[in-house]
């Protein structure tokens, strides 16, 4: 008896590829997410709260940071830092002018100063940097801390 | 003549290459979150020449802060600020009806006072427990707690009403007065 042969056609899909579509992906998502530049002129501990509200509208936040520098030729006293850059009391208004310019029209008097200031810093300082925010209308001020 | 050579050929399963791959993109994505800032929020009065307004002492609640770090609340030196919350809440909404306290909730002002020479650490944290009191408050008004009306979604519609219901009649008024010059 003859029986007929059977063909088995094995259809398979390689799987090899696989790992190189998902390496692509990952590649993807870690290019896309941008990394937050943070500030490092300036060394800081922030203080911590429990009743944080958080900012919806995270284009509106400017940030100014109050430290000790990190290169001590710099001084010793508590510094302004904006942008990466060490700027003086009196150039607080430059900077909020500057930083209103870069908000839309219609955002432009919502901006939110975020001030992240180091635990240790005499009030005095804070509220000078506040008299020198009144003066240029930049009347909103988020203190970032850390969640208690 | 020939030789026949023992081929064995040794291959490793790249099957599961996607898998090990998949684990580390899931890995990234769930170890990187996108914070948003959080902090406490207060508007700062325009810069104009202050105006002399009567407020009654009864509505003020005072907090001083001296540059020793040391507190004075309503006349009083404190060391430990434990129960000032509910301090803070009896004061304005006075359900007692005291004529020590705020006369009503829109009225009453918590004015928090800070010399030069004070940290400030020590200003956050009654900034801070402030604010819990006045977050407190609105989430009694709705029947839920201060963390979960703080996590009220304002772009919802039902959100915000809860949300606007429950500042009504009730505003924050946060006094941070000037320090002294020097």
Redesign the interface.
Same mark, same amino acid.
């Given at each position: 008896m003859n029986f007929r042969k059977k063909t088995i056609a094995k259809s398979e899909i390689s799987t090899a590829s696989m790992p190189d579509i998902v390496f692509l992906l990952l590649f993807f998502f870690m290019v896309s997410a941008t990394m937050k530049k943070q500030d490092d002129q300036v060394k800081l501990k922030t203080p911590e709260a429990h009743a944080l509200t958080e900012v919806q509208k995270q284009f509106l936040i400017k940030e100014l940071h109050v430290g000790k520098p990190k290169n001590s030729s710099l001084g010793i006293g508590y510094k302004i830092s904006a942008e990466n850059k060490m700027i003086q009391l009196s150039e607080i208004g430059h900077w909020v002018e500057t930083q209103r310019a870069t908000l839309d029209e219609t955002y432009k008097d919502q901006m939110i100063v975020l001030l992240r200031a180091d635990e240790n810093v005499d009030m005095g300082f804070i509220t000078d940097i506040q008299q020198e925010l009144r003066k240029y209308k930049a009347r909103k001020i988020l203190y970032r801390t850390l969640e208690k | 003549m020939r030789i026949k050579k023992n081929r064995s050929e040794v291959t490793v399963s790249? !099957?599961s %290459?996607?898998d090990?791959? @998949?684990l =580390?993109?899931i890995f @990234?994505?769930v170890a990187?979150t996108l914070s +948003?800032? +959080? !902090?406490? %929020?207060? $508007? =700062?009065?325009?810069?104009m020449p202050p105006t002399k307004t009567r407020i009654i002492d009864r509505n003020l609640f005072k907090i001083h802060?001296n540059s020793a770090n040391k507190f004075l609340i309503e006349n009083e030196v404190r060391t430990n600020l434990e129960g000032l919350v509910d301090e803070m809440k009896e004061f304005v909404l006075n359900p007692s009806n005291s004529s020590s306290l705020a006369e009503n909730p829109e009225k009453a002002i918590i004015s928090i006072k800070? $010399?030069? !020479?004070?940290?400030? #650490?020590y @200003?956050? *944290?009654i900034?801070? =427990?402030v +604010? *819990?009191a006045y977050?407190q408050m609105y989430g009694e008004k709705l029947g839920i707690t #201060?963390d979960q009306f703080?996590a009220l979604d304002?772009?919802n519609p039902t959100e915000m009403e809860m949300y606007q219901f429950a500042r009504s009649g009730l505003p924050m008024n946060i006094s941070i007065a *000037?320090?002294n010059k +020097?």
């Open positions: - | 790249a !099957g %290459m996607a090990i791959a @998949f =580390l993109l @990234f994505l990187t +948003k800032d +959080k !902090g406490l %929020m207060i $508007q =700062l009065p325009p810069d802060i800070t $010399q030069r !020479g004070t940290t400030y #650490s @200003f956050i *944290e900034l801070d =427990l +604010k *819990e977050y #201060s703080r304002r772009d *000037e320090p +020097k």
